[in-house]
């Protein structure tokens, strides 16, 4: 709960940080000032002031951090990302209570999109077959279907279960992981500590868990080294969930290939030897900005400030400091 309720005549209204347009997003409390900020030029108001951050998106983690050590009125941070480890190393700026909140609801219908893209695109060839197309080259024969594959989701969350929804119709078998066993509405989803004897029943392992100590170079030499030859490895985690250079070594002989979303390093620089790693697809980091994204995260804005003007629990909340 909070106690953002309070009479006009107390003083001014509490200050709401915006990383999109205030004027863009509908329906909008008439209870704050709103002021937009979105990570580029000087900050529009005092940081002290603000009660309340929507932190910008996708303009690096440097950005969104650089007004944290200044809002020492803050009580809540909405992140517009699905993870949160660009914000969690500056809580420690802060009084007990602040509330961190992440943007489930807003990204898993994209990033499922894109996942199910990478493993089609590179277990069917696409990229040869594009390849092929620029150098007027015909590559024919057979190549690997999804169906009848055994899939292995490790982060099983919202991103997770998105992910199986749209491969169950490819006529999989999909087995779930996160960080500690429990049930879910489409079957048993195993700990963590499963891996070693889950990883050499997979043809493709799907990386959605977010980034913490615990997942920090999770897929390193012996959790690849204990993947079935010729199996895929899809990332759209973050990228230092995998080691890259553990995930060079195997993909340099041609026992793994891989579909990255995210890398580390990110950016990927030019030079860096995963460009041109055999079996490796990747794409720029995009999995949740697309058209999808601006609607979702406008209702999920509109939704919070909502509850914190009227007292309301929060939704989301990832991280409580204290």
Not at 202 to 222: F, I, N, S, Y
């Amino acid at each position: 709960m909070n106690d953002i309720t309070q009479d006009p005549a107390a003083g001014p209204r509490p200050q709401v940080w915006l990383s999109l347009p205030p004027e863009e997003i509908d329906g909008l409390p008439d209870t704050f000032d709103y002021v937009h900020w979105d990570g580029t030029g000087d900050f529009p108001a005092d940081p002290a002031e603000a009660a309340f951050y929507v932190v910008p998106y996708m303009k690096g983690a440097d950005a969104g951090a650089l007004p944290l050590p200044h809002m020492t009125s803050v009580r809540v941070i909405q992140t517009l990302s699905a993870g949160v480890d660009h914000i969690t190393p500056h809580l420690h700026h802060f009084a007990p209570g602040v509330r961190l909140c992440n943007a489930r609801g807003v990204h898993e219908a994209s990033t499922a999109e894109l996942t199910l893209a990478l493993v089609l695109a590179s277990l069917r060839g696409i990229p040869r077959f594009v390849r092929g197309q620029d150098d007027e080259k015909w590559y024919g024969g057979f190549y690997p279907a999804l169906a009848d594959r055994r899939v292995l989701i490790v982060g099983y969350g919202a991103i997770g279960a998105a992910v199986e929804d749209r491969l169950v119709p490819f006529e999989v078998e999909v087995t779930r992981v996160a960080r500690s066993a429990r049930g879910s509405a489409r079957g048993p989803v195993h700990a963590l500590a499963d891996l070693p004897a889950l990883l050499p029943q997979a043809d493709v392992v799907v990386l959605t868990t977010p980034l913490t100590e615990q997942t920090r170079g999770l897929a390193g030499r012996d959790f690849l080294a204990a993947m079935k030859d010729g199996a895929l490895l899809v990332n759209v985690a973050r990228g230092a969930v995998v080691d890259t250079g553990a995930l060079l070594a195997e993909t340099a002989t041609g026992r793994l290939t891989a579909a990255l979303d995210v890398t580390d390093p990110e950016p990927l620089p030019a030079g860096h030897p995963l460009w041109h790693a055999p079996g490796v697809l990747i794409s720029p980091h995009v999995g949740g900005s697309t058209s999808a994204f601006l609607p979702r995260a406008q209702r999920l804005i509109r939704a919070q400030l909502a509850r914190f003007a009227s007292g309301e629990d929060l939704a989301n909340v990832v991280q409580v400091t204290g």
